[in-house]
């Protein structure tokens, strides 16, 4: 079945350091992709998502290009901060569902 | 983005009794929710689909007796957790589809369960 695969963590970031989560998935079809962030004692919220092949999505700094060829999706943002030490979760539509990665936790250091 | 609320936000429980977490979706009408347990640690595992009026789709392994859902009206669904046992202590997080293949799922912020 479709699933996707993210990078273990945590992963440790100093403040102004360059981030990247990796994503990968499996799918039959055309999925959209779709990154989560949960914030400490908060719920999960939409960060940014793609819809297509070669569509980039952004928001807060953060970027995401949805790469077919690779099956990739992964996160990128150029100087973290303290306040994006959150976890972030990678996702995918299958069959009107959502299917998420396991989550990596990011913690950012002043 | 819109609002989805879930209550309780913790509940302990002994072991045997029965449990009801509320989903409401507070300025949209959901068609479909979503309930998913989340793990220490671990990623969000879907249990179940609801549609409103319509009997729930559960996923391969969840005892679909033992996770009672109900989805009533367009704002709210609930999951009952039947004869608790310690081991269904965990996060239990439902979310409100208005278009799910846009990504337009909102999330409540989760009730965790502990079962003694």
């Known amino acids: 079945g479709d699933s996707v695969t993210q990078m273990e963590g945590p992963v440790t970031l100093s403040e102004e350091a360059f981030l990247t989560i990796n994503c990968t998935y499996t799918?039959?079809?055309?999925?959209?992709l779709f990154w989560y962030v949960q914030y400490p004692g908060e719920g999960l919220q939409l960060l940014l998502k793609?819809?297509?092949?070669?569509d980039k999505g952004s928001n807060k700094g953060f970027e995401a290009t949805y790469r077919k060829e690779t099956t990739s999706f992964h996160l990128e943002k150029g100087s973290v901060q303290v306040s994006d030490s959150a976890v972030y979760f990678c996702?995918?539509?299958?069959?009107?569902?959502?299917?998420f990665g396991q989550g990596t936790e990011l913690s950012v250091k002043p | 983005g819109a609002v989805v609320s879930q209550h309780p936000s913790w509940v302990i429980c002994k072991s045997g009794t029965s449990v009801k977490i509320e989903c409401r979706s507070l300025?949209?009408?959901?068609?479909?929710m979503f309930w998913y347990r989340q793990f220490p640690k671990q990623s969000l595992m879907l249990m179940a689909t609801?549609?409103?009026?319509?009997?729930?789709?559960?996923e391969q392994g969840v005892e679909k007796d033992k996770f009672l859902i109900n989805h009533a009206s367009l704002t709210l669904s609930t999951l009952t957790v039947t004869s608790a046992h310690p081991e269904d202590s965990s996060f239990y997080i439902c979310?409100?589809?208005?278009?799910?293949?846009?990504?337009?799922?909102?999330f409540g912020e989760g009730s965790r369960l502990t079962v003694l």
């Open positions: 979310s409100a589809g208005r278009n799910v293949v846009a990504g337009e799922l909102f």
């Open positions: 799918a039959t079809g055309y999925p959209s």
């Open positions: 793609a819809t297509k092949a070669d």
């Open positions: 996702a995918l539509t299958s069959g009107g569902k959502l299917i």
């Open positions: 300025d949209f009408q959901a068609t479909t």
């Open positions: 609801s549609n409103e009026g319509s009997k729930a789709t559960y």
